[in-house]
């Protein structure tokens, strides 16, 4: 059926019909008998049908190739040759080459569309929450500084007071921006990671060491999920993956419950080891589960702000682990807790 409906085979049928006519005439005018005719009556039959065969053809494809010669070039977005164009109409269904060539093309637009306005929405929200987060930190130091200036600096119970919550807010500021430009600079590639083999048991200790005194202030016990007298080894960046250990510790230590414990387990996969840490805090909801790794999105908006997060700690921890060709997870549920499982790989 492909063959019939392309140029090529229309050019064969109308060429087999007109032979089949020709051998109809002779018939009528009864020469076919005649043997002297014979030879003569052949030779001119097959002259008909190559000459008619190729004539038609070439007008078939001439015709079509002027038509879909603009469809094929806007489809295919780029300047096919007409040698090509031609293969294309001539080899098969050209009906059913077009159509398929125009679904595909059709998906593809939408597809990008849809992607378009997938980035957009992206770059409007990313916008809104940069210049929310900032807002905040600038409007305090200018009140700050208002005050001062409008005498407070001569209170000595006051300015100083005023000058320290102007720095914290300043440093809130640089938060802010440090985490960005790491955010760029993952994202973007710039960044190489510098791996090494190092032990992993040993690294959560320090981070532990590190934020003792914020889990004594929320009342949240550190712990290993069990004893690890043999050392564990992963081929990483260590740097980069202290940063990943502080963000989760971290936010595991927040929103804890008081009284509650932070847990840190390794399970050994055969060519990775898995990073569990996990929490019986205040959980999160199911809903908010796919978006917590993006960038800004707050579970509790409120409580996160007063913790002086900066809303990006979990989306670097996405980006560094996927940096690593590593994975990372999460598993939550309201008033029971939180768990992150990450892999690296094993030092070998």
Known sequence: MALRKSPRGQALLISTIVVVIYAIGISALDLVGKMSNLYWQAGLGLFLFVSSYFIIHQVFLRYLENRLNPVFKTIQNVAMSQKKIRERIDSSDFSEALDEEVKNWASNQTAELRQLRE???YRKDFLGNVSHELKTPIFNIQGYILTLLEGGIDDPKVNKLYLNRAEKSINRMISIVDDLVSISRLESGEFKLKLEDFNIVKLVEEVFEHHEMLAKQFRVRLEFDSGYSRPIKVHADRRRLTEVLNNL????IKYGKANGKTKVGFIDTGERILVDISDNGIG?????????FERFYRVDKSRSRDSGGTGLGLAIVKHVIQAHNQTINVRSALGRGTSF?????KSK
């Open 284 to 292: 999160i909801d199911a809903t908010d589960l796919p978006r917590i």
């Open 249 to 252: 510790i971290v936010n595991s």
């Open 119 to 121: 980035m957009e929405k």
């Open 341 to 345: 499982v990450f892999s690296l790989d």
